[in-house]
Protein backbone atom coordinates (compact mmCIF):
# COMPACT_ATOMS: atom_id res chain seq x y z
CA UNK A 1 0.00 0.00 0.00
CA UNK A 2 1.61 3.59 -1.02
CA UNK A 3 1.32 6.70 0.59
CA UNK A 4 -1.98 7.85 -1.08
CA UNK A 5 -3.42 4.55 -0.64
CA UNK A 6 -2.93 4.83 3.46
CA UNK A 7 -4.15 8.95 3.36
CA UNK A 8 -7.61 7.43 1.58
CA UNK A 9 -7.81 4.47 3.69
CA UNK A 10 -11.42 4.81 5.38
CA UNK A 11 -12.74 3.85 8.96
CA UNK A 12 -15.26 1.24 9.25
CA UNK A 13 -17.61 0.19 11.87
CA UNK A 14 -20.54 -1.78 13.53
CA UNK A 15 -22.65 -2.47 16.32
CA UNK A 16 -24.96 -5.23 16.68
CA UNK A 17 -26.93 -5.11 20.46
CA UNK A 18 -29.68 -6.87 22.12
CA UNK A 19 -30.83 -5.58 24.83
CA UNK A 20 -33.81 -7.46 27.07
CA UNK A 21 -35.28 -7.06 30.39
CA UNK A 22 -32.87 -4.01 31.12
CA UNK A 23 -29.69 -6.04 30.47
CA UNK A 24 -27.17 -6.42 27.62
CA UNK A 25 -27.46 -10.01 25.90
CA UNK A 26 -26.05 -9.35 22.82
CA UNK A 27 -23.07 -7.02 22.05
CA UNK A 28 -21.01 -7.58 18.79
CA UNK A 29 -18.31 -4.41 17.79
CA UNK A 30 -16.40 -3.94 15.03
CA UNK A 31 -14.03 -1.66 13.61
CA UNK A 32 -13.83 2.19 15.56
CA UNK A 33 -17.45 1.25 17.06
CA UNK A 34 -18.01 0.59 21.00
CA UNK A 35 -20.65 0.52 23.54
CA UNK A 36 -20.67 0.87 27.00
CA UNK A 37 -23.36 -0.11 29.41
CA UNK A 38 -22.44 1.61 32.97
CA UNK A 39 -23.93 0.98 36.16
CA UNK A 40 -24.93 4.55 37.63
CA UNK A 41 -27.64 2.83 40.20
CA UNK A 42 -30.10 4.84 39.16
CA UNK A 43 -33.94 3.92 37.35
CA UNK A 44 -32.43 3.62 34.11
CA UNK A 45 -29.68 1.97 32.46
CA UNK A 46 -28.07 3.96 30.25
CA UNK A 47 -25.91 2.69 27.14
CA UNK A 48 -22.74 4.71 25.83
CA UNK A 49 -22.15 4.88 22.51
CA UNK A 50 -18.02 5.59 21.39
CA UNK A 51 -16.55 6.39 18.24
CA UNK A 52 -13.03 5.86 18.91
CA UNK A 53 -11.85 7.42 14.94
CA UNK A 54 -12.55 10.58 16.75
CA UNK A 55 -15.15 11.37 13.65
CA UNK A 56 -16.14 10.70 10.12
CA UNK A 57 -15.13 12.02 6.97
CA UNK A 58 -16.14 11.10 3.22
CA UNK A 59 -16.30 7.70 2.38
CA UNK A 60 -17.15 6.21 5.96
CA UNK A 61 -19.19 3.58 6.94
CA UNK A 62 -21.04 3.07 10.08
CA UNK A 63 -24.02 0.72 11.05
CA UNK A 64 -26.26 0.45 14.03
CA UNK A 65 -28.40 -2.16 14.86
CA UNK A 66 -29.69 -2.38 18.24
CA UNK A 67 -32.91 -4.22 19.91
CA UNK A 68 -34.30 -2.74 22.84
CA UNK A 69 -37.51 -5.50 24.43
CA UNK A 70 -38.94 -5.19 27.31
CA UNK A 71 -36.63 -2.53 28.68
CA UNK A 72 -36.32 1.25 29.35
CA UNK A 73 -32.92 2.59 28.29
CA UNK A 74 -31.49 5.90 27.65
CA UNK A 75 -29.11 5.69 24.58
CA UNK A 76 -26.08 8.36 23.94
CA UNK A 77 -22.61 9.11 22.52
CA UNK A 78 -19.64 10.04 24.37
CA UNK A 79 -18.60 12.48 22.74
CA UNK A 80 -20.55 15.17 19.54
CA UNK A 81 -19.86 13.54 16.73
CA UNK A 82 -18.15 15.73 13.97
CA UNK A 83 -18.25 15.73 10.44
CA UNK A 84 -15.02 16.38 8.86
CA UNK A 85 -14.53 17.90 5.58
CA UNK A 86 -13.54 15.39 2.81
CA UNK A 87 -13.49 14.25 -0.69
CA UNK A 88 -15.18 11.61 -2.55
CA UNK A 89 -17.75 9.60 -2.05
CA UNK A 90 -19.98 10.36 1.07
CA UNK A 91 -19.64 9.13 4.45
CA UNK A 92 -23.02 6.88 5.28
CA UNK A 93 -24.35 6.31 8.77
CA UNK A 94 -27.24 3.82 9.41
CA UNK A 95 -29.04 3.26 12.20
CA UNK A 96 -31.70 1.06 13.35
CA UNK A 97 -33.55 1.29 16.37
CA UNK A 98 -36.24 -1.26 17.12
CA UNK A 99 -38.28 -1.55 20.27
CA UNK A 100 -40.70 -3.91 20.98
CA UNK A 101 -42.85 -4.98 24.46
CA UNK A 102 -43.66 -2.27 26.10
CA UNK A 103 -40.56 -1.06 25.84
CA UNK A 104 -39.03 2.81 26.53
CA UNK A 105 -35.90 5.08 25.06
CA UNK A 106 -34.60 7.73 25.70
CA UNK A 107 -32.28 8.51 22.33
CA UNK A 108 -29.93 11.49 23.58
CA UNK A 109 -27.19 11.43 21.05
CA UNK A 110 -24.86 14.72 21.61
CA UNK A 111 -24.75 17.04 18.86
CA UNK A 112 -23.56 16.48 15.23
CA UNK A 113 -21.45 19.00 14.26
CA UNK A 114 -20.77 19.56 10.38
CA UNK A 115 -17.36 21.14 9.42
CA UNK A 116 -17.13 22.94 6.18
CA UNK A 117 -16.82 20.71 3.17
CA UNK A 118 -18.49 17.88 4.86
CA UNK A 119 -20.08 15.34 3.13
CA UNK A 120 -22.66 13.19 4.79
CA UNK A 121 -25.65 10.76 4.54
CA UNK A 122 -27.48 9.61 7.62
CA UNK A 123 -30.47 7.54 7.72
CA UNK A 124 -32.14 6.65 11.13
CA UNK A 125 -35.21 4.21 11.56
CA UNK A 126 -37.35 3.77 14.74
CA UNK A 127 -39.30 0.62 14.85
CA UNK A 128 -41.90 0.67 17.43
CA UNK A 129 -44.30 -2.29 18.48
CA UNK A 130 -47.31 -0.15 19.61
CA UNK A 131 -47.32 -0.53 23.43
CA UNK A 132 -43.63 1.13 22.86
CA UNK A 133 -42.31 4.95 23.92
CA UNK A 134 -40.06 7.18 22.24
CA UNK A 135 -38.04 10.12 23.08
CA UNK A 136 -36.06 11.18 20.49
CA UNK A 137 -33.62 14.57 20.42
CA UNK A 138 -31.19 15.36 17.78
CA UNK A 139 -29.12 18.65 17.61
CA UNK A 140 -26.92 19.26 14.63
CA UNK A 141 -24.65 22.06 14.94
CA UNK A 142 -23.02 24.16 11.80
CA UNK A 143 -19.30 24.70 12.05
CA UNK A 144 -17.71 26.12 15.75
CA UNK A 145 -18.34 29.66 16.16
CA UNK A 146 -16.95 29.36 19.55
CA UNK A 147 -13.61 28.85 17.88
CA UNK A 148 -13.84 30.61 14.59
CA UNK A 149 -14.34 27.82 11.87
CA UNK A 150 -17.54 29.04 10.05
CA UNK A 151 -19.27 26.50 8.55
CA UNK A 152 -19.49 27.69 4.48
CA UNK A 153 -20.85 24.81 2.62
CA UNK A 154 -21.37 21.24 2.98
CA UNK A 155 -23.01 18.22 1.48
CA UNK A 156 -25.92 16.61 4.37
CA UNK A 157 -28.55 14.05 3.50
CA UNK A 158 -30.59 13.18 6.81
CA UNK A 159 -33.67 10.98 6.71
CA UNK A 160 -35.70 9.58 9.82
CA UNK A 161 -38.20 7.25 10.07
CA UNK A 162 -40.66 6.32 12.98
CA UNK A 163 -42.71 3.33 12.35
CA UNK A 164 -45.39 1.61 14.70
CA UNK A 165 -45.91 -1.77 14.08
CA UNK A 166 -44.49 -1.66 10.62
CA UNK A 167 -46.35 1.27 9.78
CA UNK A 168 -44.70 4.70 9.00
CA UNK A 169 -46.03 7.88 11.22
CA UNK A 170 -43.46 10.14 10.77
CA UNK A 171 -40.85 11.28 8.35
CA UNK A 172 -37.85 14.04 9.08
CA UNK A 173 -36.03 14.47 5.72
CA UNK A 174 -33.26 17.01 4.59
CA UNK A 175 -31.96 16.49 1.17
CA UNK A 176 -30.85 19.88 -0.13
CA UNK A 177 -27.65 18.28 -2.40
CA UNK A 178 -25.14 21.83 -1.71
CA UNK A 179 -26.03 23.40 1.48
CA UNK A 180 -24.73 26.71 1.83
CA UNK A 181 -24.63 29.03 4.48
CA UNK A 182 -26.60 30.95 2.74
CA UNK A 183 -29.76 28.91 4.11
CA UNK A 184 -28.33 29.23 7.35
CA UNK A 185 -28.97 33.15 6.74
CA UNK A 186 -32.85 32.88 5.16
CA UNK A 187 -35.72 33.86 7.30
CA UNK A 188 -37.22 30.54 6.02
CA UNK A 189 -34.66 27.86 7.09
CA UNK A 190 -32.51 28.93 9.93
CA UNK A 191 -33.01 32.94 10.10
CA UNK A 192 -29.43 33.78 10.93
CA UNK A 193 -28.60 30.61 13.48
CA UNK A 194 -25.75 27.76 13.63
CA UNK A 195 -27.63 25.25 15.80
CA UNK A 196 -31.34 23.05 15.52
CA UNK A 197 -32.57 20.89 17.81
CA UNK A 198 -35.51 18.60 17.08
CA UNK A 199 -37.47 16.80 19.99
CA UNK A 200 -39.86 14.15 18.93
CA UNK A 201 -41.67 12.30 21.71
CA UNK A 202 -44.02 9.05 20.63
CA UNK A 203 -46.16 7.14 22.96
CA UNK A 204 -48.50 7.72 26.25
CA UNK A 205 -46.04 7.08 29.01
CA UNK A 206 -43.73 10.88 27.73
CA UNK A 207 -47.42 12.72 27.27
CA UNK A 208 -48.97 12.75 30.61
CA UNK A 209 -48.23 16.13 30.84
CA UNK A 210 -48.02 18.68 27.58
CA UNK A 211 -50.30 21.41 29.10
CA UNK A 212 -47.65 23.33 30.76
CA UNK A 213 -44.42 22.53 28.47
CA UNK A 214 -45.10 26.44 27.12
CA UNK A 215 -43.29 27.60 30.37
CA UNK A 216 -40.20 25.46 30.06
CA UNK A 217 -39.78 26.51 26.14
CA UNK A 218 -36.88 29.06 26.06
CA UNK A 219 -37.60 32.32 23.69
CA UNK A 220 -35.11 35.00 24.09
CA UNK A 221 -32.61 36.93 22.09
CA UNK A 222 -30.36 33.64 21.70
CA UNK A 223 -33.31 30.67 21.43
CA UNK A 224 -36.77 30.22 19.73
CA UNK A 225 -38.63 26.95 20.38
CA UNK A 226 -41.77 25.95 19.56
CA UNK A 227 -43.84 22.56 19.49
CA UNK A 228 -46.87 20.49 17.95
CA UNK A 229 -48.74 18.21 19.70
CA UNK A 230 -51.29 15.77 18.03
CA UNK A 231 -52.28 12.07 17.40
CA UNK A 232 -50.01 11.04 20.45
CA UNK A 233 -47.11 12.66 19.00
CA UNK A 234 -45.26 15.70 19.99
CA UNK A 235 -42.71 17.85 17.99
CA UNK A 236 -40.32 20.24 19.49
CA UNK A 237 -38.40 22.33 17.21
CA UNK A 238 -35.40 24.65 18.04
CA UNK A 239 -32.88 27.24 16.56
CA UNK A 240 -29.93 28.82 18.47
CA UNK A 241 -27.17 31.01 18.04
CA UNK A 242 -24.80 28.29 19.18
CA UNK A 243 -24.81 25.24 20.89
CA UNK A 244 -24.19 26.50 24.07
CA UNK A 245 -27.14 28.36 24.33
CA UNK A 246 -29.32 25.44 23.06
CA UNK A 247 -28.19 22.85 24.88
CA UNK A 248 -29.35 24.52 27.88
CA UNK A 249 -32.77 24.83 26.02
CA UNK A 250 -32.51 21.18 25.35
CA UNK A 251 -31.99 20.36 29.15
CA UNK A 252 -35.27 22.30 30.31
CA UNK A 253 -37.30 20.34 28.01
CA UNK A 254 -35.52 16.78 28.25
CA UNK A 255 -35.81 17.20 32.22
CA UNK A 256 -39.55 17.98 31.93
CA UNK A 257 -40.28 14.90 30.18
CA UNK A 258 -37.82 12.48 32.14
CA UNK A 259 -40.47 11.84 34.98
CA UNK A 260 -37.24 11.45 37.35
CA UNK A 261 -35.02 9.51 35.49
CA UNK A 262 -31.92 11.30 35.16
CA UNK A 263 -30.17 12.51 31.85
CA UNK A 264 -27.08 11.25 30.78
CA UNK A 265 -24.41 12.81 33.03
CA UNK A 266 -22.32 13.18 30.20
CA UNK A 267 -25.03 16.03 28.90
CA UNK A 268 -23.79 17.80 31.93
CA UNK A 269 -20.01 18.46 30.67
Known sequence: MNNTQKA?????GRLDINIKDDNLKKLFQQG???ALMPDFHENLKQLMLINTAGGITSGD???YDIEIDKSNLCISTQAAEKIYSGFGNPANLEINLN???NSSLFWLPKELILFNNCNLKRKINFNLS???NLLLCENIIFGRTSM???FEKGYFSDFWNINIDKKLIHTEAINTGLFEKKYLNSFSTLNNNSAVATIIIVGNKFLNNVNNLSETLTNNENTTSNYSHWDNKLIVRLLSKDSYNLKFAIDKILSYFSEGSKIPRIWNI
Open 8 to 12: LEKSK
Open 99 to 101: LTN
Open 61 to 63: EYN
Open 32 to 34: SLK
Open 130 to 132: KDS
Open 148 to 150: KEE
